[in-house]
């Protein structure tokens, strides 16, 4: 069963705007709080945002005041919109279901990802 579908991504310039969704199979959605990670070339994948089921968040320094994420509990879906995009946020995202406490830890099988490619 596939349990997250990622899709949004694309070519952009630096400076521009993105919208990320990911679509959750109900069974994981529903009782987990939710992360998006990211993977540049060369580079290990790096946690970029988390939404708890209630809707707290929190976002890695590097994104912090541009990307916003978001869940549609209706849905099964979350998001990560991407404002004042830079060539460093280039990277394959990935969202996963997380555990947030002690520590982030991804709880499902990645995805494919979408790709997002910003240039200069």
């Known amino acids: 069963q596939v349990q997250f579908v990622e899709s949004g991504g694309g070519l952009v310039q630096a400076g521009g705007s993105l919208r990320l969704s990911c679509a959750v199979s109900?069974?994981?959605?529903?009782?987990?709080?939710m992360g998006w990670y990211r993977q540049a070339p060369d580079k290990q994948r790096e946690l970029v945002a988390t939404i708890t089921k209630g809707g707290s968040t929190n976002y890695a320094d590097s994104v912090k005041g541009r990307f916003t994420i978001s869940r549609d509990n209706a849905k099964n879906t979350v998001y990560l919109q991407m404002n004042s995009l830079k060539p460093e946020d280039t990277a394959l995202y990935y969202c996963?279901?997380?555990?947030?406490?002690?520590?982030?830890?991804?709880?499902?099988?990645w995805g494919q990802g979408t790709q997002v490619t910003v240039s200069s």
């Open positions: 996963n279901a997380v555990i947030i406490t002690p520590a982030t830890v991804p709880l499902g099988s």
């Open positions: 109900l069974s994981m959605f529903r009782n987990s709080a």
